[in-house]
């Protein structure tokens, strides 16, 4: 691997640590005896899969870059940290290598956005086109819906992956706009709905025909932000903050 790329490696699996849409390793154990194993603190974590079974994942960001300023995420605009991106080939290059040396079992793939939602997200599923088409990889995928990315984009990106996930972040529009000003809340609840149709509507249709493929098997998960009411109030200097208590 080349330097620049594990340099990139460390920024975006340090970066995708703080998505709990699956639940991390957390060791920062280090090989420093040339003996075996590393649990280093991030880039491999642990899921679950349908059947109760525990496999390893790469969990990284395509890119760190993003548009929006969402006050809770590290990747924010605003945020003075070191950027970087993988190109499709890098993240394909990077799951197959590790995957045959047995270090991973399946991929966990997010994004900040850049540029737009669309552009974002069609490289997202570049990448899970070249794994399944090119590479013909069996391996789990759990890819990051893109908030506001078209239906079309979705639709396609669901055929390849196994889980996706979109982060609902506040269960209020008010909530939302407060914490994430750029994102819409119509843009988060759409996906949501739109690729719950989807799977109801693709295992009606296998019923029928058994050649129609099978959309996004393992189902789609969401996460929120919990927040610590008194920690945002000395940030943000607000008091009306009362109405988010429940999700403490
Ligand atoms: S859009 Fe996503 S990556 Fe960008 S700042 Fe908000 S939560 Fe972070």
């Excluded at 109760?52 to 890119?63: E, N």
């Excluded at 013909?136 to 055929?159: C, F, M, Q, R, V």
């Excluded at 009411?229 to 940030?235: F, R, T, W």
Aim: charged share 25%.
């Amino acid at each position: 691997m080349s330097e620049r790329l594990r340099e990139k490696l460390s920024i975006l699996a340090d970066a995708a640590k703080y998505d709990v849409s699956c639940s991390s390793s957390g060791s920062d154990r280090k090989n420093t005896n040339k003996g075996v194993g590393n649990g280093h603190y991030s880039g491999i974590c642990h899921t679950y899969t349908e059947d109760g079974r525990c496999v390893s994942l790469l969990k990284i960001l395509l890119t760190n870059h993003c548009i929006f300023d969402c006050a809770y995420c590290v990747s924010r605009k605003s945020n003075d940290i070191e950027r970087a991106a993988f190109t499709v080939d890098e993240v394909v290059e990077l799951t197959m290598n590790f995957y045959r040396r047995n270090f991973i079992e399946g991929l966990f793939l997010s994004s900040g956005i850049f540029k737009n939602a669309d552009y974002t997200m069609e490289r997202l599923l570049r990448v899970v086109k070249k794994l399944r088409l090119e590479q013909n990889y069996n391996g789990y995928i759990h890819l990051k819906t893109i908030p506001g990315a078209s239906d079309e984009l979705i639709k396609e990106a669901g055929l390849y992956a196994d889980r996706m996930s979109i982060n609902l972040e506040m269960p209020t529009e008010t909530g939302l706009k407060l914490l994430a000003p750029d994102k819409s809340h119509k843009d988060v609840i759409k996906p949501l709905g739109f690729v719950q149709n989807q799977i109801v509507q693709f295992k009606e249709e296998k019923k029928l025909i058994k050649s129609v493929p099978k959309f996004v098997p393992a189902g789609q998960s969401t996460q929120m932000v919990v927040l610590v009411l008194h920690l945002l109030k000395k940030l943000f200097r607000l008091d009306n903050l009362e109405n988010y208590t429940s999700i403490n």
